[in-house]
């Protein structure tokens, strides 16, 4: 039954394996680099066994980011039949932000650099503190 399994397991991941060499050609995104991807795109691993890594877009104003470390990396991924693939500049399960967007430390979406640059206070209908 385990061969029969990964003998359908690799069937099914041959086709997309030699896609990837195949750079932004291929229908579903496939890369091996951010650099297979669009200017607005980058190459993500998902988190799943046995994930192929795709092309997906920055993220936008109040999607998911991850606010502190967002490295890519360079690793050697194995899939069932002993299939090897080596990925560079790849991200885990997210893009950075889009540029001009900044990934927000408490929320942990990206958003607009203004808010952070938007220091002026609106004191109106506010009410006065009495301090006497």
Known sequence: FKMSILVLLSAL????????????GSTVNQCTDTRDCHAHQCCVLGGNRYSMPTCTNLG?????????SNAPYNMSL???NDVKLDVTNVYFVLCDCAPNLLCDGFK????????YTN??????????ADYT
């Open 78 to 80: 194995t899939y069932p």
């Open 119 to 128: 220091n002026d206070i609106d004191l109106t209908d506010k009410p006065s």
């Open 13 to 24: 991941l041959a086709p997309a394996i030699h896609s990837l060499h195949h750079g932004r």
């Open 108 to 115: 942990g979406t990206c958003q607009s650099p203004d808010i």
């Open 60 to 68: 936008l104003v109040g999607e998911p980011c991850r606010p502190y």
